[in-house]
């Protein structure tokens, strides 16, 4: 069996409290007493247990990490940077996924207590004010990505911006129809994103005074063949749009299957633009909205160690840069819609 810290107290002739002094270096212990010490974890081989030495020390050193939809490409990206950054700490993750409403609930209010975690990482969603109240009292220092709270620390995106500008893109290329396909705008998570981005769509719209005209909207699960399903309809309408902004590059790449499907050229009968830009975006060489997903979840799990090293400091709030990338699938619209 391997030796205990029973077994090095017993061996150096001291207490297991000085036994944990010495490992821990948390109070000062006579120059002897150290070195028996030491020579009785030398002469027994032992090794401490890493999480009763962390616990000891009042650290759990684990983040916990709350993900909605994990197996959603751009949530995977942001995991990835997370991990770079946890891969050269001292800290361990928790992962905690999330699907249903329900879920969420548990989820935060198990996770945030003091003790269990170093502090909490919560991706894509927006915390009730219970929630935050929660987290305040038990004191676990928390950041959000993808949301935001004035209350608590941080990263965000100017979501209506991008859209518009993505949008603006497509109109100054001379298209007038003009489609959306997007998540549910009624978010049970209570979340922004869908209807911020559906938002900067129509502001474009409006500024350059085409209609929004709801026949060019479809809305569901943030799924690649759902999109395509929408698209497939939306495609064959008698009068058909000439292009079409997605929530997402997951659905605008189901766009791209429904416009194959029906053999429509792609840019040159229907131009596509995504948003996130996740790797497979580039093979597609789908003209898309970067947010450097990988970068926020870098900069994400940085401040929180930083906040976990400065609890009390005032909450720090970063709005990540966002960037219209212009690949293979947007073109001016076929010369007829020009004409028309």
Not at 44 to 61: A, C, E, I, Q, W
Not at 222 to 239: F, G, I
Not at 262 to 285: C, E, K, T
């Amino acid at each position: 069996m391997p030796a205990t810290i029973h077994d090095v107290a017993k061996k150096a002739g001291v207490g297991i409290g000085t036994v944990s002094s010495v490992l821990n270096n948390s109070r000062p212990v006579n120059p002897a007493t150290r070195q028996k010490v030491l020579d009785a974890i030398k002469w027994l081989d032992f090794v401490p247990n890493p999480s009763g030495r962390r616990l000891s020390m009042g650290k759990t050193h684990t983040i916990g990490v709350v993900i909605p939809f994990f197996t959603i490409a751009s949530q995977i990206e942001r995991l990835r940077g997370v991990m770079s950054v946890i891969a050269g700490s001292d800290y361990d993750i928790s992962l905690y996924t999330v699907e249903t409403v329900p879920q969420r609930n548990k989820v935060l209010q198990r996770v945030a207590r003091r003790g269990h975690i170093d502090g909490l990482l919560i991706f894509s969603l927006s915390p009730t004010e219970e929630d935050l109240q929660r987290i305040k009292q038990r004191q676990v220092p928390t950041v959000l990505i993808e949301a935001y709270h004035p209350e608590v620390h941080s990263l965000s995106l100017d979501d209506v911006a991008a859209a518009r500008n993505a949008v603006e893109y497509l109109i100054n290329l001379g298209h007038r129809k003009i489609a959306y396909i997007g998540d549910y705008l009624e978010d049970p998570f209570g979340t922004y994103f869908s209807r911020n981005r559906f938002e900067g769509y129509c502001q474009a719209l409006k500024a350059a005074g085409i209609t929004v005209d709801k026949r060019y909207q479809r809305q569901g699960w943030l799924d690649r063949s759902e999109a395509r399903q929408l698209a497939l309809d939306l495609l064959q309408l008698p009068d058909r749009p000439t292009a079409v902004f997605a929530f997402s590059d997951e659905q605008a790449l189901g766009v791209l299957e429904a416009a194959r499907d029906l053999d429509i050229s792609v840019p040159q009968q229907l131009s596509v633009i995504g948003y996130d830009d996740i790797r497979i975006a580039h093979f597609a060489q789908l003209t898309t909205v970067r947010q450097n997903l990988f970068d926020s979840g870098v900069k994400g799990v940085e401040l929180l160690l930083n906040v976990i090293e400065h609890p009390n400091a005032t909450p720090q709030h970063i709005q990540l840069p966002t960037k219209l990338v212009i690949r293979h699938t947007t073109a001016p619209p076929p010369v007829m819609e020009n004409i028309l």
